[in-house]
């Protein structure tokens, strides 16, 4: 375990204080990445009492395995962000590449600007020049899982962040895909 469910609960609140701060005075509209998101946001929103708007970006780019891939996107974002605050939610802020290529296509929106909170920050591995605006934690360049976190698709469900051995990763890369063939 690197970071335990009464850690997060509590980075979280104080996360959800500095945003309420920023944000004060303006309807934002959260944009949240899916799939990884689900327990950080659902965790941090119910903490705002701002008026908001909520959103998602379906992206994805790790698939089955531990390493960055082709960043596909699996779902747009629906809402009208022009002239809008924008808080755009991740869990984790890796090599930079989904967060680069997603403030790119949100600036084409014209939003009247941009904040971006990511849970977790690995900083050793990054390959893009992006920092956020808020961030849970600094973590060390392990491949970490749980509180919406997974190695292919699995340990989402976890309550805490931990680190995947790497035993499991290695046996696993011989097994099959858990995605849908495309037709
Ligand atoms: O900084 P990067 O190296 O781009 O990595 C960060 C991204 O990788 C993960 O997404 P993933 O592709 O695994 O999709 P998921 O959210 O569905 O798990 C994670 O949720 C971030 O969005
Ligand atoms: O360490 C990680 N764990 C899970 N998903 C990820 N996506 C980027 N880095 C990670």
Do not use: W
Not at 6 to 16: D, G, H, I, W, Y
Not at 49 to 62: A, E, K, N, T
Not at 85 to 100: P, R
Not at 163 to 169: D, M, R
Request: proline share 3%; net charge positive; with cysteine.
């Amino acid at each position: 375990m690197l970071i335990s469910d009464k850690q997060l609960a509590r980075r979280v609140q104080e996360m959800s204080v500095q945003i309420e701060r920023d944000f004060k005075g303006r309807e934002m509209v959260v944009v949240s990445l899916l799939n990884g998101t689900v327990l950080f946001l659902a965790d941090l929103i119910r903490h705002l009492s701002l008026p908001l708007r909520l959103d998602f970006i379906g992206v994805s780019s790790y698939g089955h395995g531990t390493e960055s891939g082709d960043l596909v996107f699996t779902k747009e974002l629906r809402l009208d962000v022009r002239g809008r605050d924008v808080l755009l939610v991740d869990d984790i802020l890796d090599t930079g590449k989904t967060i680069h290529r997603v403030l790119a296509k949100l600036k084409a929106l014209k939003p009247r600007r941009i904040k971006t909170c990511v849970l977790l920050d690995k900083k050793a591995r990054r390959v893009e020049n992006v920092q956020a605006d808020y961030v849970g934690f600094e973590i060390p360049d392990y491949f970490v899982v749980g509180y919406g976190l997974d190695f292919a698709e699995r340990y989402r469900n976890l309550p805490f962040v931990g680190v995947l051995h790497p035993k499991i990763y290695k046996a696993n890369a011989k097994t099959k895909s858990p995605y849908r063939k495309k037709k």
